[in-house]
């Protein structure tokens, strides 16, 4: 069965410090892991995908197998930064899609 | 492109009637996901559609729920006989190809007195 884990559903820094948002997951396969981000009064939307290695707004995820992790990390946070988020894993195969199965999601609070 | 519209933003019904939320996805696209939040929890996989064919429906309720996406408009996800355990965010997300990439719509918030 597949999971995601965001063991903090809260969490606060002030601006200019290091944020690490961490994601857990569970699958027997090789998955694809995202971060989807909401922002306030705004709709979901992909923030990244590991697949791509890129740097979405500062902030970049590396999909570790060992541990099986997916952190999202920022080295300096900003106020415009403040949002929900979440990761999703998508299953291997086919028969995959866009059937994802998210997280219960992490409220980023940046403090000036 | 205007993006995922989903109507009615907002739904109240009593318990026992019948709930419908409509989803137009973005231009072009032709995969349709309609996925649930219910109150402290993240987002649930209900069903993936494309044109005229339900592909997975294995997170859907095997009763009162069903779900269509026609050859014209948009597409509908239909809760029969509603009870207050189907309050929730239903949120609808397309993609152009079947990918993990979803664009979502901005949810149809469900409250069932």
């Known amino acids: 069965a597949q999971r995601v884990t965001q063991p903090e559903k809260l969490l606060s820094v002030f601006k200019g410090a290091p944020v690490e948002l961490k994601c857990n997951y569970s699958y027997s396969g090789s998955p694809e892991l995202f971060w989807y981000v909401q922002y306030s009064r705004q709709r979901l939307q992909l923030l990244l995908r590991h697949i791509s290695r890129e740097s979405i707004k500062g902030f970049t995820a590396d999909l570790n197998k060992g541990e099986t992790s997916f952190h999202l990390k920022k080295p300096f946070a900003q106020e415009e930064d403040s949002a929900m988020y979440y990761c999703?894993?998508?299953?291997?195969?086919?028969?995959?899609?866009?059937?994802?199965?998210f997280g219960q999601g992490t409220i980023l609070t940046v403090h000036p | 492109n205007a993006g995922v519209m989903q109507n009615p933003r907002h739904l109240v019904r009593r318990r026992g009637q019948e709930a419908r939320l409509r989803c137009s996805p973005m231009k072009g696209h032709s995969h349709v996901y309609w996925y649930r939040q219910l109150p402290e929890e993240g987002l649930k996989f209900m069903v993936y559609?494309?044109?005229?064919?339900?592909?997975?429906e294995s997170g859907m309720p095997k009763e009162r729920f069903s779900a269509e996406f026609p050859k014209e408009g948009p597409s509908i996800l239909r809760i029969q006989q509603v009870v207050r355990g189907d309050s929730a965010a239903y949120f609808c997300?397309?993609?152009?190809?079947?990918?993990?990439?979803?664009?979502f719509g901005e949810g149809s918030r469900l409250t069932v007195l």
């Open positions: 997300a397309s993609s152009p190809q079947a990918t993990g990439e979803l664009f």
């Open positions: 999703a894993l998508k299953g291997a195969g086919g028969t995959s899609y866009g059937k994802l199965t």
């Open positions: 559609l494309q044109k005229e064919n339900i592909i997975d």
